[in-house]
């Protein structure tokens, strides 16, 4: 999205319309083809200028660095700690009552329709 917003503040001189929307469509023309000469040149000028120095491979670029700075802020928002052996098992030990929940469906198992057929390997369970 920020990518998107940002592509489109650089091409503020483009008449920007929803392509969906045919009243939309239709003011846009009209704009278009009511606008001054001299205001068409100079949003050409403006516009031709910026494609020529931001290429395509530019904004390709441009795009995979914004997806790789998402994936970067995804990871960090999601990043499980790493479970401390040591402090689980002295509180495991300790402890007189204990209940442990083992979440195997699509994790340990291929994913079935009926969960019913979700069941460990045989190797796991030895």
Not at 64 to 75: I, K, P, T
Not at 91 to 107: G, H, I
Request: net charge positive; glycine share 2%; with cysteine.
């Amino acid at each position: 999205k920020q990518w998107y917003q940002r592509r489109v503040r650089a091409l503020s001189g483009c008449l920007m319309v929803n392509p969906w929307n045919i009243e939309e469509m239709a003011d846009i023309y009209h704009q278009a083809l009511s606008m001054p000469f001299q205001e068409r040149q100079e949003k050409h000028q403006m516009l031709f200028k910026y494609i020529s120095k931001h290429t395509a491979s530019y904004w390709g670029l441009s795009f995979v660095n914004e997806l790789q700075r998402a994936c970067d802020q995804a990871a960090q928002i999601t990043n499980i700690p790493q479970l401390n052996i040591g402090h689980f098992l002295s509180t495991y030990s300790s402890s007189s009552r204990r209940l442990l929940v083992f979440v195997y469906d699509e994790a340990l198992t291929q994913s079935y329709s009926n969960p019913s057929l979700c069941r460990p390997p045989s190797k796991l369970l030895n």
